[in-house]
């Protein structure tokens, strides 16, 4: 199994940055990919980005373009999304999740493992 915690959110003016991170713990998350989602209020929940623990490669959506990269940092068991030239419809709460096997993968349901999440709130 695989715990998560995201922290890093908060309220921002637009234009600003962010970095989220999830702290991950567990046996073996070697065995894990790892992804970002966010779900505003009434929406569905939104495949951002996900990432290979051990080879560091990356997927990310098509509709936040360059403005999002996702990272993670192996000796600190950490996640990061840094969160670039933010906009008020970026506004929703980021959670990080896992699942088990190597293929970077973007529908929700093909993760397992969720963090509670963290909110970003963008102020135009």
């Known amino acids: 199994q695989v715990q998560l915690v995201e922290s890093g959110g908060g309220s921002v003016q637009a234009g600003d940055s962010l970095r989220l991170s999830c702290a991950a713990s567990g046996r073996t998350l070697s065995s894990y990919t790892f992804g970002w989602f966010r779900q505003a209020p009434g929406k569905e929940r939104e495949f951002l980005a996900a990432?290979?623990?051990?080879?560091?490669?990356?997927l990310h959506a098509d509709s936040v373009g360059d403005r999002f990269t996702i990272s993670r940092d192996v000796a600190k068991n950490t996640l990061y999304l840094q969160l670039n030239s933010l906009k008020a419809e970026d506004t929703a709460a980021y959670y990080c999740a896992a699942r088990a096997g190597a293929r970077l993968r973007v529908f929700q349901n093909e993760y397992a493992y969720w963090g509670l999440g963290t909110q970003v709130t963008v102020s135009s």
């Open positions: 990432i290979n623990w051990i080879n560091g490669q990356t």
